[in-house]
């Protein structure tokens, strides 16, 4: 549950792998290194930029990793579950931005609060992009284009953002990176997975590339849920990893997930 203080915030760390995974650590991706690149240059262009992916293939853990180390004290984070209205997404900046009071009842008195709030630097990271409506994304560009405003837009999503935010023609024009999250290469998986969690410190490669190919796919949540099953199974049945336990594991996983 999001507490009044931690809205609009960058989550804790505890939050970031799938389930929150006991034992897990971040591990540096080439897609998460390239991603603390791409934010690092959009900040200091004051730019908006689109980061954007399958679901499961780490594009939140990413970008709040990357924002923790860059602009912790900067960013500011909205995400809507559903089609929002431009006043739903005025009501989630106002308490995004921590403002003080009660949000003003006529469109432009709260614009103009937005506005000003806005001449201070902020970093705002719009997740799950792709349920914002066409009256939405002209609202962000609104305030994003004020002259006023010292604002970076991170827009992330998953299945449809990409399509979204280009057929924005206005708004497309404005976003001055993109970058797709794609599955991690086998020969990237074989490097990060022993470090990603200690079941897999010592495990053999071919074990790891069993399991890649036969049901992760170089999906970063995929790897979450195995070495969560792995992790209980070991732990109840005493047994170090093996071929039957990892087949074990991953037969809990929806046979959709193998693409």
């Known amino acids: 549950m999001v507490t ?21 650590q971040v591990v540096s991706t080439r897609a998460l290194l390239m991603v603390r690149e791409n934010i690092r240059a959009a900040i200091e262009a004051r730019a908006m930029i689109c980061i954007y992916g399958q679901a499961g293939r780490g594009k939140s853990l990413a970008v709040n990793t990357s924002l923790r180390e860059l602009a912790p004290k900067l960013t500011r984070r909205i995400q ?45 990271v719009c997740d799950e992009a792709q349920w914002l409506s066409k009256m939405c994304f ?37 976003v001055y990176a993109w970058q797709e999250i794609d599955p991690m290469p086998l020969d990237e998986v074989l ?24 049901a992760a796919h170089g999906n970063f949540r995929a790897w979450a849920k195995i070495t969560h099953h792995l992790a209980v199974g070991m732990k109840e049945s005493g047994r170090t990893l093996d071929e039957d336990l990892l ?13």
């Open 4 to 24: 009044a203080e931690r809205q609009g915030r960058l989550p804790r760390e505890r939050e970031d792998h799938f389930m929150r995974l006991p034992g897990a």
């Open 80 to 124: 809507f579950r559903a089609r929002p209205s431009t006043r739903d997404l005025r009501h989630e900046l106002f308490h995004a931005l921590g403002l003080q009071g009660r949000p003003p009842a006529q469109p432009i008195e709260f614009d103009r609060m937005l506005r000003g709030a806005l001449e201070e630097t902020h970093v705002l």
């Open 138 to 174: 002209e609202y962000l560009r609104y305030l994003w284009d004020d002259t006023g405003s010292d604002l970076t837009i991170i827009f992330t999503g998953g299945d449809g953002c990409f399509e979204m935010l280009q057929s924005e023609p206005m708004l497309e024009s404005r």
């Open 191 to 214: 490097t990060v997975i022993p470090a990603f969690h200690p079941v897999w410190a010592d495990a053999d490669p071919d074990l790891i590339a069993i399991c890649d190919q036969e």
């Open 247 to 259: 087949r074990w594991s991953y037969s809990k996983l929806s046979h959709r997930l193998v693409v």
